[in-house]
């Protein structure tokens, strides 16, 4: 199979890697702006111009790994109308355009994969995808950011302030120089959409989906952690209950018995719940050239193969109304700490201690939807405020 690849970075180029070493393919474009250093062998291949492989009859399988939605968006979708198969890894893309990139598959009759999006080198969404054609998947929850758990469990090991803990990661290249997207929760939430949607058979969007990050978190919180036994992860939950969907993104701790709470530096554990199989998690490194690269591969490979486990996009799900989502069904304990005892803040409060005028609280059993409006209206009006859900 003659298959062409756009984008040539990080991922990328650890696709191009992985091909070289699976049987019957062969990288025939490479769509960048330049030659990337050490490929000036294969510089033949590379192209700036779409139509250089959208028109080659050849190519019968496009990689997408360039990042961002819009011109991705646009390429990818030209590739499938076309009726070329694509394999991506952009989750911004696959997050934000589900529906569009569906119909866009089912016009061209075209397959398209997107295993890496969420996982990386984790075979995540393949086994998802397996484990629900022959079982009703009741909820998908994990730490899918590589970047906030090492931020979090470096802050446990050393006590270091969240600032010295992200420069830390920033300087061994696990957070990027704007670190936003990991910190805010904005990457995991981008998972948690494209993983809600392939468990329920959902078509949920970003803006449905509450999501809270671990920029706000402090050495303080940390050490109330450590000194009470639990461990601070950053966690995307998903859910059916009493035929409800429930989704959301917000830190979490874990005490020693749950296996999140023993995953260190930027690896990532992600599990699935089914009536008949019950609990299966899924643990490894979640991002980076070789993994990411070879899981593109797996998804070519498969296609190539006329593996149809994965099964072509627009014959796998729905392609209905957007799906509601019920928050308000899920009740929790949190941990919240803050300097400021408004009435709100009182009235959900179960037990507390000051220290330094500044009050860690345990909330009593509220909906997440709550607690996330609490955090909302805090950062709106710059009082410090931390929240995490606690797991018993």
């Not at 989750?91 to 119909?103: G, M, R, W």
């Not at 061994?172 to 494209?194: F, H, M, N, Q, W």
């Not at 993983?195 to 949920?204: G, I, Q, R």
């Amino acid at each position: 199979m003659k298959i062409a690849i756009m984008g040539f970075g990080i991922v990328g180029s650890g696709a191009y890697e992985a091909a070289k070493l699976a049987d019957g393919i062969e990288i025939k474009k490479i769509l960048d702006l330049r030659v990337r250093p050490g490929y000036e062998d294969i510089a033949d291949k590379f192209t700036s111009d779409i139509n250089d492989i959208i028109s080659d009859e050849e190519i019968e399988l496009v990689v997408e790994t360039m990042g961002g939605v819009d011109v991705p968006r646009e390429y990818v979708t030209k590739c499938l109308k076309a009726g070329k198969h694509v394999v991506t890894s952009n989750k911004n893309l696959v997050s934000a355009c589900y529906q569009e990139l569906n119909e866009a598959a089912a016009e061209g009759n075209a397959k398209l994969r997107f295993t890496p999006a969420a996982g990386g080198g984790i075979p995540w969404l393949f086994n998802l995808r397996r484990a629900k054609r022959c079982d009703v998947l009741t909820e998908v929850r994990g730490i899918v950011n590589g970047t906030c758990n090492y931020i979090l469990d470096s802050m446990h090991k050393s006590g270091a302030n969240f600032e010295d803990a992200l420069a830390e990661a920033q300087k061994l290249g696990y957070a990027e120089k704007d670190p936003t997207s990991d910190i805010e929760g904005t990457d995991t939430l981008r998972k948690c959409v494209i993983s809600t949607n392939l468990a329920f058979d959902a078509n949920v969007t970003e803006d449905q989906i509450p999501a809270c990050g671990i920029s706000s978190i402090s050495a303080e919180d940390i050490q109330f952690f450590n000194s009470n036994g639990y461990t601070c992860k950053l966690m995307m939950y998903s859910k059916v209950m009493d035929g409800k969907l429930s989704a959301y993104v917000e830190p979490a701790i874990f005490g020693p018995q749950h296996l999140e709470a023993n995953v260190k530096a930027n690896n990532n554990l992600i599990t699935l719940v089914g009536e008949n199989v019950g609990t299966l998690s899924f643990f490894g490194q979640g991002a980076g050239s070789a993994p990411t690269g070879q899981s593109v591969i797996q998804d070519v490979i498969d296609i190539k193969d006329g593996v149809e486990m994965n099964a072509p996009f627009h014959d796998y799900f729905p392609a209905a109304e957007t799906s509601f989502i019920a928050n308000e069904s899920q009740l929790h304990t949190y941990y919240f700490r803050h300097d400021h005892p408004s009435r709100m803040i009182t009235e959900i409060t179960d037990k507390f201690a000051v220290v330094d005028g500044t009050y860690y609280c345990i909330s009593k059993p509220i909906p997440v939807v709550e607690m996330h409006e609490l955090a909302k209206h805090m950062k709106q009006v710059e009082r410090p405020f931390f929240f995490a859900h606690i797991h018993e």
